[in-house]
């Protein structure tokens, strides 16, 4: 006999339309704030949207994209991507270059996908109110936030779409032998391919889903109907991608030992996914544990050994995917950074085949003690997720909360550290940087480099000078300095105008503040801290010639010319190059 409590879940979430409308609702809730987000993290999406409008201003430009790389580079990139591009003119018919409207769109991907993840499970077996209670989940769990926050990162949860769609549709042709789930299912593989390279291991698991789950017969014409199907569209991606410059992979057993060497990586991404509290942007490989992973697979062993019913097919079948969509992965990675960075976003569509995993599992006897408990239990994780998910779409707000974010959790990545010889180093902060490498000597330069060990140092060296004088404004401005040299912007912003709120008066707090300002693309406020810095010290040369850098950048070739001409009075060396410039475009 079902409990008051489940039938109430039923009538009021799971009859009819309803649950997915209530999962369009739950999935889009922790992820309404990005929509008062106007600014780009400078993190490839800035790139693709502004830096490249006239690709996407226009729905003309859709055939184009399927002749170029997404990053529209005319020898060819090494990202061939036409459905990202195509989803990018959709966003910009809405906003333009604002970011509302490809936030927008970013919502809207994520609401479908799990629509169709609901609609998926059902498809292979599980009951209505356990495919509602997984999905649910999905829609807020804190790992797929870098996928749905950061506009660079909707490529995977497109492709969800179009995988979801096409193992939908896949399902159905077997349990109806109708043409049009063929043709359906083709489509959605053909669109998956061209969204992301990944998609390509979408046919073995088809395949495996229906020799192993469903005990198809291997050489069955309809099976080989599929092969036929796949390889015509695998055919012609190929064709297009070649016409389109695109890198091809290099050498093919570099590629297989790059994909093995890697694979323990998957350790770490499955810790995330039960363990989604210590998250991260990109870390590189030296900056990744996989302890919490190990913890939790070891654990998942044991409760699927525990489990009542055992449904080992699509256990493995689960896991199969998850391994399966990770994999290419791990070889794009060397092929566009050294050292190699493992995004979060890349494990939104391995994701669902760790549900079809799980809920494979069964304890009912437990389910009969905790039944009326049970809604509530999911009650209070969803909602728990969900707040987790909704504070850490803040980290994705700009390219200063995005760069803290990405340097407090990838510390040994060489690229989050910033070269501190563009700012004018303060006295006590040149002078530690010195004491800590011997050079005590006072001809050396204040551009001495200090090693990312030694700047761990003089940060908590700072640090601990702050707690016992925190009122001090030079120290303030020392550790905002010391912050900016470990890509710390955010800790660095927040020293620098405290520095400032204590001593307003120093042109060359200013100064270094426009730096950090210039550094993080906030080219406003960097236009504003370099006039103040001139305001309190017109001799401040550096400052006219930053400023003339950033009006030539920003095509205010007037003004970039005079501050050109005023750094130039004051002794400053101005590079021929800019100079000659300027001139060409005031001329």
Known sequence: MNSPEKNVVRDFFLRSWRPYVWIALIASLPYVRILTFSEYTHYDDYFLIVENFSHINTLSQIGHAFLEDVSHQALGGNLYRPLLTISLIVSAQISGTLPFGYHVIDILLHCISCCLLFAALQMIGFKRLLSFFGTLIFCVHPVLTQAVAWIAGRNDSLLAIFILLGFISYIKFFSTFRTRWFFLHLLCFGCAMFTKESAIMFPPLALLYSLGVRKEKILSSYTLLFVAGWGIILANWHVLRSASMVVPIGNKLTAASTVISNLWIAIYYFGKIFWPFDLSFAPIASDIHI????????????????????????????????????????????????????????????????????????????????????????????????????????????????????????????????DMSRMNIPKILDQEIKTIQGRLQPQESSSTPVSHEELWKVLDDLRSELQLNHNAPELHHALAVAYFARGLFLSSEKNFLAAIQRNPQNAIIHYNLGILYYSAHVEIKAEEAWQEALRLDPTMGNAHLNLSFLYYESGQYYSAWEHCQKAIQLGITVPSSLVSEIQRKIS
């Not at 050994?305 to 995917?321: V, Y």
């Not at 437990?366 to 408990?373: D, P």
């Not at 809604?375 to 980290?395: E, K, N, Q, R």
């Open 291 to 418: 302890t919490v992973g190990l913890v939790f697979a070891g654990l998942l062993f044991l409760v699927i050994l525990w489990s009542e019913r055992e449904d080992w097919k699509l256990i493995i079948f689960g896991f199969a995917w998850f391994i399966a969509f990770l994999i290419p992965t791990f070889y794009y990675d060397l092929v566009v950074h050294v050292p190699p960075k493992f995004y979060e976003h890349r494990i939104y569509v391995p994701l669902i085949g760790i549900f079809f995993s799980v809920l494979s599992l069964s304890f009912t006897s437990i389910e009969r003690i905790l039944q009326r408990i049970i809604p509530y239990i999911m009650f209070f994780i969803v909602c728990a997720l969900g707040w987790f998910s909704y504070a850490h779409t803040i980290d994705f707000k700009n390219s200063i909360t995005l760069g803290e974010y990405d340097a407090a959790t990838s510390p040994n990545d060489p690229r989050r550290y910033s």
